[in-house]
C-alpha cells in the first residue's frame, strides 16, 4: 500500500479589508478568529452574539473560503436574512451563494434535489398546520378507530404528539408517558395512525414541516453518495441559538460536519428554556464530550444591562450544577439596584405595577420600554384588570389577553347559558364541542330549544349593552374583605332549579346518535350546576363544569392542556370575590367591552406596556422588567419543580427574565393569593431566596388610604 502524500491548498497572504481586533471585543475577537475544527461559542445574555456569528461569516470569507461552502442554520428566517444582509453590507459584496435560513428551508432545498430517492416527486408541495391537521383528520376517519367511543385525541394534539416523537427521537408511547399521560391507552392506535399518515403523504407527494428535517437526515444517512457530496461542499457550518436544538436537528449538523469537524455552534445553555417543545439541553452540554477536540469560547462582556442587574443575573443561575461557568459583566456604569416588592395579594400586586408604571413613564422611559414578565399568563389576570380600570394601553405577547382566550370563553359559556338559557351564542359554543355537532345540526338544535327557552325566567343579569360605552369596570371586592352572606335557597329557587337541564333533555332526540352520550353528560353538568347550594357561587359552577363536562374536551383539543386547565383554575379563584353569577359575568362583559373600545380607539403606533411570558419575552431587552408571581409553585411552576432537571430549566428562565432588564427591575410576589380552596399564603420563590441580600433593595408598600375597599 502506498503512502499518503497531502496536498496543502496554496493560499496567498490574505489582505484583510476589515479589523477585527479593533472592532471586535478580545472574546469576541477569539471567537471570531478561531482556527478551522469545532468550536462552541458560549455567548452570554446581551453579549453580542448576532456581532460575533456576522463577523465570523465574514471572516472566513477573507480567509478565501467560498460562500457557497459556508452553511448558516437559524432559527428564523428573518435571523438568517438580517445576518447575510449584514455580512454583505459589512464587506460591501453580495452574498448570493452562501447558504442560510431555518433548518427547515435548508432542508427543503436539498430534498427539492434528491426526491424522488425518496418516494417522492420534485415538485412535493408542503403541508401547512392546516393542510397536515386537515390530512390527519382523513386518516382517522378512514381507520378503524372510532374517536366517539373514548375521548380521542384531536387531529391538533396528533399533529404535536407526531411532531414531537419524531424531533426528539422518540417512540409515540413514550411521548405519551412524558406529556400526555391521559392519553397513554392510546399508545396503540395512535402510533398506527401515524403510520397511515405518513404513507398517505407519500401517496399524495406531500411533505410536512417536520418531513424536511426527518427526510433530510434520512436521505444523508440512506444514501453515501448525497451525504458525501453535502459534507464536501458545507466545510463550514455556523449554527445560531443552539441551546435550542432538538436531537434530530443536532444530528443532522453532526452528520454534515464529519468531514470536516468545521462547526460553530453558538448558544448560551443558561438559556435553554424550551424542553417542552423537543429541544434537548444536552446538546449544547455534551458538545466537547461528541466532539473532543472543540474550543469552548466564553464571551461574557455585556452591554445590555447595569452592573447591579448583572449581579443579580449571575446570582440567580449559580445554583445550578448543569452548566458552564461563566460570569457576565458590565461595560455600562452603575444604576439603580434591583427591587424586591412583597405585596399583601395578587390585587396590590396589581396596583403597585401600574402605579410604578405610570411613574417610570413620567420620568422619561415610553411605555413600549417597558415589560412585566410572569410564568403564564393567568399569573396576570389581575394586572389586566388594573391596568384596563387604569386605562393604561397594552398588548401581550401572545396576542390574545386572559378573557379573550378559547377555553376562558367555552368555560364561561356554562354559566352564560345557565343565567341566561337565551342566550344563543353562548348554547351553540357548547353544544359544538360536543362530537358530530357542527354548525348546522347546532343551528337546529337551538331551532328546538329556543322556544323551551323562553318559557324559562332567569335571573336577571348585566351585560356590555346595559353599560355606557367605554365605562370601566367597577372595582372589584378584595377576597380577604369577605364576601356578603348569601341568602338561602328558597323553595321557588328550589322548584324551577332544574328547569334548563330539563328543556336539554327535553330536545335529546333531535341530538345526532354521535353525540347522544356526550349530551346525556352535558346535561348532568348543567343540572349541577343549577342547584340552589352552587347557582349563586360562579367559583363552585367553573370548577363543576371543568369536571363535569369540559376537562375530557380540553385534554382531546389542546397540547397544553395542564396550562389551560390551570387558567380555569385560576378564574374561579378569582370569581370568589364577586356576589353571585350576574355579577361576575357582568364584570367580565364589561372588562371585554372597555377592552374591545379602547383598542379600536387607538392608533397602531400607540406606545403599550409589554405584557408577556417568559419564554416569548426571549431575545427582547426592555429598559425596565418587572418579574411577578414571584411565589414557590407558581415561578418556579409547581410541576416542572419535581424533577432537578424540572428545576434548572426554571432557574434558568428565572435567569431569562433577569436579562431582559437594561435599566431598572422590579421583582414581586403576593403574600396572599386566591386558590380554589381559598386565601392561601404563599411561600417566596426559592429563586429569591438564593439572591444574595446585598444585591437586591427591598421596598415595603404602605397604603396611602383607599385601596382594598369599596372606595378603591
Known amino acids: 500500500m502506498g503512502r499518503e502524500y497531502v496536498l496543502q491548498r496554496f493560499r496567498a497572504p490574505v489582505d484583510l479589508q476589515i479589523d ?14 478561531a482556527p478551522p475544527g469545532p468550536s462552541l461559542v458560549l ?3 446581551g453579549a453580542g452574539k448576532t456581532r460575533t456569528l456576522i463577523y465570523r461569516v465574514a471572516y472566513l470569507l477573507e480567509q478565501g473560503i467560498p460562500p457557497e461552502n459556508i452553511l448558516l442554520l437559524t432559527f428564523t428566517n428573518k435571523a438568517a436574512r438580517e445576518m447575510m444582509r449584514r455580512t454583505s453590507e459589512l464587506l460591501r459584496q453580495d452574498l448570493l451563494s452562501l447558504w442560510g435560513g431555518t433548518f427547515h428551508s435548508i432542508g427543503n432545498r436539498i430534498l427539492r434535489r434528491h426526491a424522488d430517492r425518496l418516494g417522492f416527486r420534485p415538485d412535493f408541495t408542503i403541508l401547512d398546520r392546516e393542510d397536515a391537521k386537515d390530512l390527519v383528520s382523513a386518516c382517522l376517519g378512514d381507520s378503524d378507530i372510532d374517536p366517539k367511543a373514548t375521548r380521542f385525541p384531536k387531529p391538533d394534539v396528533l399533529c404535536d404528539i407526531f411532531s414531537l416523537a419524531l424531533n426528539t427521537s422518540r417512540t409515540i408511547a413514550q411521548v405519551l408517558e412524558a406529556q400526555f399521560a391521559h392519553f397513554d391507552h392510546l399508545a396503540d392506535p395512535i402510533h398506527r395512525l401515524s403510520e397511515a399518515y405518513a404513507k398517505r403523504k407519500q401517496a399524495a407527494n406531500v411533505m410536512d414541516f417536520d418531513d424536511l428535517l426527518v427526510l433530510w437526515l434520512r436521505l444523508l444517512q440512506e444514501h453515501p453518495d448525497v451525504c458525501e457530496a453535502c459534507q464536501r461542499r458545507f466545510q463550514f457550518l455556523l449554527v445560531d441559538e443552539y441551546q435550542d436544538t432538538n436531537r434530530l436537528q443536532s444530528d443532522l449538523i453532526d452528520l454534515i460536519a464529519a468531514r470536516h469537524h468545521n462547526i460553530m455552534a453558538v448558544g448560551d445553555d443558561s438559556q435553554s428554556i424550551y424542553s417542552w417543545r423537543g429541544a434537548d439541553f444536552h446538546n449544547i452540554l455534551r458538545f466537547p464530550e461528541r466532539h473532543p477536540e472543540a474550543q469552548v ?28 461557568d461563566k460570569r457576565l459583566a458590565a461595560v455600562r456604569p452603575p444604576g439603580a439596584k434591583p427591587v424586591l416588592v412583597a405585596c399583601s395579594d395578587g390585587n396590590e400586586q396589581a396596583a403597585f405595577i401600574a402605579q410604578k408604571v405610570l411613574e417610570v413613564r413620567e420620568e422619561g422611559t415610553p411605555l413600549d420600554q417597558v415589560a412585566v414578565l410572569y410564568r403564564a399568563h393567568f399569573h396576570a389576570l389581575e394586572l389586566q384588570m388594573e391596568l384596563t380600570r387604569r386605562n393604561i394601553p397594552f398588548s401581550i405577547t401572545s396576542g390574545i389577553r386572559f378573557f379573550e382566550q378559547a377555553h376562558i370563553k367555552d368555560i364561561a359559556a356554562f354559566l352564560k347559558l345557565v343565567c341566561n338559557p337565551r342566550d344563543e351564542m353562548a ?42 360605552r367605554g365605562t370601566p369596570p367597577s372595582p372589584v371586592r378584595t377576597a380577604r374583605k369577605g364576601r356578603k352572606k348569601r341568602p338561602p335557597a328558597t323553595a321557588d329557587a328550589a322548584a324551577t ?20 352520550t356526550a349530551w346525556a353528560q352535558f346535561t348532568a353538568t348543567v343540572a349541577q350546576l343549577e342547584a340552589p347550594d352552587v347557582g349563586d357561587r360562579p367559583d363552585t359552577m367553573l370548577g363543576l363544569a371543568l369536571e363535569g363536562a369540559y376537562e375530557d374536551y380540553l385534554q382531546s383539543k389542546y397540547t397544553n392542556y395542564a396550562s389551560r386547565r390551570d387558567d380555569i ?21 364589561l372588562l371585554t367591552n372597555v377592552d ?12 403599550r406596556l409589554r405584557l408577556s411570558t417568559v419564554h416569548q419575552a426571549k431575545g427582547l431587552e426592555f429598559k425596565v422588567v418587572f418579574v411577578m408571581m414571584l411565589c414557590e409553585g407558581l415561578f418556579p411552576s409547581g410541576r416542572s419543580s419535581e424533577t432537578p432537571e424540572g428545576l434548572e430549566e426554571e432557574r434558568r428562565l428565572f435567569y431569562v427574565a433577569i436579562t431582559r432588564a437594561k435599566d431598572e427591575l422590579y421583582l414581586s410576589y403576593p403574600q396572599i393569593r386566591l386558590a380554589g ?11 429569591l431566596e438564593e439572591l444574595p441580600a446585598a444585591e437586591i433593595e427591598t421596598w415595603k408598600l404602605r397604603d396611602a388610604g383607599g385601596y382594598g375597599g369599596d372606595d378603591w
Open 596 to 607: 374591545a373600545d379602547t383598542r379600536e380607539g387607538r392608533p397602531d403606533d400607540e406606545e
Open 497 to 516: 332549579s332544574s328547569r334548563l337541564a330539563t328543556a336539554l333533555q327535553g330536545i335529546t332526540a333531535e341530538v345526532p346518535k354521535k353525540a347522544v
Open 20 to 33: 477585527y481586533a479593533a472592532e471586535l471585543n478580545p472574546q469576541q475577537h477569539a471567537a471570531v478568529t
Open 677 to 687: 380552596g381559598g386565601d392561601m399564603f404563599q411561600r417566596p420563590s426559592r429563586f
Open 297 to 324: 469560547y466564553r464571551i461574557e462582556t455585556n452591554y445590555r444591562s447595569t452592573p447591579e442587574i448583572l449581579g443579580v443575573a449571575n446570582a440567580a443561575i449559580s445554583a445550578n450544577v448543569h452548566q458552564f
Open 43 to 45: 455567548a452570554g445574555a
Open 427 to 468: 348554547f351553540k359554543r357548547l353544544v359544538l364541542m360536543l362530537p358530530g355537532i357542527g354548525g348546522r345540526s347546532a343551528a337546529k338544535l337551538w331551532a328546538r330549544f329556543a322556544p323551551l327557552a323562553q318559557q324559562i325566567d332567569p335571573e336577571p343579569t348585566v351585560t356590555a349593552d346595559d353599560a355606557p
Open 569 to 589: 383554575e385560576q378564574l374561579a379563584a378569582f370569581a370568589r370575590q364577586f356576589d353571585g353569577l350576574p355579577e361576575f359575568l357582568g364584570q367580565l362583559a
